[in-house]
């Protein structure tokens, strides 16, 4: 049943525990210091007591008088009264009692074995346990007007049970527990709020069971499937993988450099580059690999490669198709938690647990202000979805695409939907993720604007991507005109234009060669306001 407490439960409890530990282990360390400055204290205002006597004119006088005791007692225990000590004793220099709180003892000689060094002009405190408690003991000796001493003081204390030294601060120390213990249910309740969240509110063995959901689901592909790690390890190497490559024992865990002996392959899977239904010969076969680097933050943390024999693609054509789709799915949407939780179980391993927390906090106030954004901002599910999916394939590109934070969108313009929008926006962030792939730069960025008002809609992607020549940009509104190549069908940027002249908008296309492009739209919001503008 332990394994079923919700996770919730068990940080609050440990953290409590840590917290009551704390607060037992702090405890100790302040009360043995209190009752140490209580002994300091107890033996500095015995001496100053015993200087007082020590100084007072009647008890030097009377020292050396036979039955001195008489006129030396009394004023003593005024003075004792005075200063709330225990007892006073007087000695003279024969060791004689001229002051003693039992008066049968005055006029004896003390036995006393540490007052050795008071009879030497030596002003100390001692500690020593007899009947009543431990005894906190100043020694100060008693000099005449010659500066010759004829005497000792003795002041006692008797040193308080340690309930009752901390009973004089119980209120300080029940508010110091309270506010601790406060503190540390919150801190503990709040944090385990904040991991439910990050962690979309599932526990350690739901986590442990979509990963091992997540390998059957690779297992059951009609694909190979081969994740590697920075170092070349495999993460992933499912059964049609090996079965593609003919090989019967267990890779996962392995140096892939040990596991596939295609150079080619090899070298597809290590290169720090992406790879889109490119043909492979391996051994005998023909295989078509798709190759997608892993990036945490910018950085690569990996690669995870999907493949297939060309002879079964070209025999189930139509069945590839859904299973390409799935496959996308999958990469779009499971790869970057995927990525995650490696990267969280990684951190564990290494005894990293508050970076870890760190990292869990940091990917998760990122997803979360973007999708507040969107869902605060854009009044269309299709469009915030778009953005959104758009944002995340740019991680896995390499490429940053923010989204202007004025950009608000609450209606369509009468002459166009969403769905026209969808399209506008998805061919636009398309054009300019392609843009990266003729330029090298340390920082690819995509800035999107959508902003709508009661008059216009303003929609602007700009990114600093290759650009365009001025002759490219005279025909790139063209129908059929495309800078892909045989991967364009010049058909993006024509039925964008199309769309916002049906508008009654207007399209600006500004780029430069090796900076970057610049696309802007703005489109009326009402039929009367076109037909204004154009009056």
Known sequence: MARNIPIKWKIMIFSFGVVFFSIIIAGIIASGKLYDQTEERLGERGLITGRTVANLPEVQQSLNESEGWEKINPIVNRVRTINDSDYIVVLNSNRIRYSHPVEEKLGTVSAGKDEGAAFAEHSYVSKAKGEIGVAIRSFVPIMNAEHEQIGVVIVGN??????????????????????????????????????????????????????????????AMNEGVIAIDLDGKTLIFNEKAKRILDITDDAAGLPVSSVIKSKQLLSVLIEDHRLQNEEMTVGKKVLLISKVPIRVEGQKVGAVAVFQDRTEVAAMAEELTGVKNFVEALRVQNHESLNRLHTIAGLIQLDEKEKALDYVF?????????????????????????????????????VDV????????????????????????????????????????????????????????????????????EEVQEKVLEKGFSTKGKDGNGLGLYLIKRTVERASGKMTVVSHEGEGTSIELIIPMSTERSEHDDD
């Open 402 to 469: 923010t989204i202007d934070r004025n950009s608000i969108y609450t209606k369509n313009p009468d002459l166009m939907d969403s769905h026209d929008l969808v399209l506008i926006i998805g061919n636009l962030i398309e054009n300019a993720f392609y843009s990266f792939n003729r330029v090298s730069k340390e920082e690819n960025l995509i800035h999107l604007s959508l902003i709508s008002d009661d008059h216009f809609l303003y929609l602007s992607v700009e990114d600093n991507g290759c650009g365009m020549k």
């Open 362 to 398: 940091e990917v998760s106030q990122q997803d979360e202000d973007l999708s507040n954004f969107l869902s605060k901002h854009i009044n269309d599910f299709r469009i915030s979805g778009l953005i959104l999916s758009k944002v995340r394939r740019g991680k896995e590109l390499g």
């Open 158 to 219: 008797i040193m308080p049970e340690l309930g009752t030294v901390l009973s004089s601060i119980k209120s300080e120390l029940a508010l110091i527990a309270i506010l601790a213990l406060g503190f540390g249910i919150v801190g503990s309740w709040l944090l385990a709020r904040r991991i439910k969240n990050e962690t979309f509110h599932l526990e350690p063995h739901e986590i442990a069971r979509m990963l091992v959901e997540r390998t059957a689901t690779f297992e």
